[in-house]
C-alpha cells in the first residue's frame, strides 16, 4: 500500500518562498511520473507541475518560471520549490503518484500567501 504524505506547509507573505515536501512509502522509482496539484476554496483541484521518472519537468503556466518540482529516489520524497509567491497561489497543495495500475494522492498541505 502506497502512502504519500506532504509537508513543509505554512503562512508566507507574498514575494516569500516555501519548500514542499511529499514522502513517499517505498521506492518513487517505480512511479512513471509524480505530480502537484492544488486546490484554492471554492475551485476545482489543478495541476501544478509534474516530473517524470526520468526528470521530464513540466509547469503550469501561472507557476512557470517561479516553481521547481524535483524528486530523490534515494530518499523516496517528491519536492516542490516555490518562490516569489503569489497571494493567488494560497491552496492546499497535493502530492499525486502515477502508479502502474493506479494513481496515488497525499492528504495535502495547506499553503497560505498573505499580502
Known amino acids: 500500500q502506497v502512502q504519500l504524505v506532504e509537508s513543509g506547509g505554512g503562512l508566507v507573505q507574498a514575494g516569500g518562498s516555501l519548500r514542499l515536501s511529499c514522502a513517499a512509502s517505498g521506492s518513487t522509482s517505480r512511479f512513471a511520473a509524480m505530480a502537484w496539484y492544488r486546490q484554492a476554496p471554492g475551485k476545482q483541484r489543478s495541476w501544478v507541475a509534474s516530473?517524470?521518472?526520468?526528470?521530464?519537468?513540466d509547469y503550469a503556466d501561472s507557476v512557470k518560471g517561479r516553481f521547481t518540482i524535483s524528486r530523490d529516489n534515494t530518499k523516496n520524497t517528491l519536492y516542490l520549490q516555490m518562490n516569489s509567491l503569489k497571494t493567488e497561489d494560497t491552496a492546499v497543495y497535493y502530492c499525486?503518484?502515477?502508479?502502474?495500475?493506479?494513481?496515488?494522492w497525499g492528504q495535502g498541505t495547506q499553503v497560505t500567501v498573505s499580502s
Open positions: 516530473i517524470t521518472s526520468g526528470g521530464i519537468t
Open positions: 499525486k503518484a502515477v502508479g502502474s495500475l493506479r494513481n496515488y
